[in-house]
């Protein structure tokens, strides 16, 4: 794709996205949503574009990550294990996805994406408050943490919403703090992802670049408005782009014909 001609027009289009996507991604996740099918639609192979979008992703998720820990709403003490973690189940997950086929994924997505929105839609629990936890934090960085990175590796959409989920439900956190962590675990779940496409050399790298440059001003700008959004907005957001992921599947798999 690189060999092609690519306008100005379209780079100028996926520029914007990519400020649109960095910006959704930050406060609730799923910016792989917007940025996948637009790469599709712009004439990139599918495996170009997933490849395509760990570069640009990887550029968002740095810098969302970079401002939580200037803003000290991260520590490297407490998150380091976690994203160490995070990495190595999106490698066997990238690994995993040049020998397995991934449509199985296409019937248990879905039903994962659901019962995350029923949970923010009916929750009690969410709250800026922090909360008892159901797993000690050495348990779910060894079990919740990889198993959500293989997935990420290996398929994708709603990463960053698990792990905010995960933070939520098991490890007791307000919201803003588990999205504030989902931050980071993504940013190490996308660096491994893009190390597995890089070497198999699945990046269009012209539109990547640019990308990149978008996702850096949407994730700058939604990293400042997460810890200013009213916390009902917050999960609102959650629940549409959960809902929105949830239509796309259903649409691929014709459940609408």
């Known amino acids: 794709m690189d060999t092609l001609q690519i306008s100005i027009e379209l780079l100028a289009l996926l520029f914007l996205v990519a400020v649109i996507a960095g910006f959704v991604d930050t406060l609730a996740g799923g910016g792989g949503l917007i940025t996948v099918p637009s790469l ?30 200037r ?20 490698i066997l997950g990238t690994l995993s996805l040049q020998l397995v086929s991934s449509e199985v994924l296409s019937f248990v997505v879905p039903v994962v994406l659901l019962l995350i929105a029923v949970y923010f839609v009916f ?43 995960a933070g939520v439900a098991l490890r007791g956190q307000g919201l803003l703090d588990a999205t504030a962590s989902a931050k980071a675990l993504n940013f190490s779940t996308n660096i491994a992802s893009l190390i597995v496409f890089v ?56 459940w609408f014909e």
């Open 123 to 165: 929750s009690a629990k969410l709250s800026l408050e922090n909360q008892k936890p159901c797993m000690t934090a050495p348990a779910y960085r060894r079990s919740v943490v990889p198993v959500i990175g293989f997935y990420d590796g290996f398929f994708g959409p709603g990463t960053g919403s698990f792990f905010s989920l």
């Open 71 to 90: 803003k000290g709403k991260l520590s490297w003490v407490t998150i380091k294990l976690a994203m160490i973690y995070a990495f190595c189940g999106a």
């Open 199 to 254: 070497v198999a050399g699945k990046i269009v790298w012209s539109i990547g670049l640019v990308m990149m440059a978008g996702q850096v001003i949407g994730a700058w700008f939604g990293a400042h408005c997460l810890f200013r959004v009213p916390l009902q907005f917050l999960r609102s957001l959650i629940v549409f782009v959960c809902l929105l992921m949830l239509a796309r599947y259903a649409m691929q798999m014709g």
């Open 40 to 69: 599709i639609l712009a004439g990139v192979p599918p495996v170009m574009a997933l490849g395509t979008n760990k570069l640009q992703g990887c550029m968002g998720t740095a810098t969302s990550t970079m401002v939580m820990f």
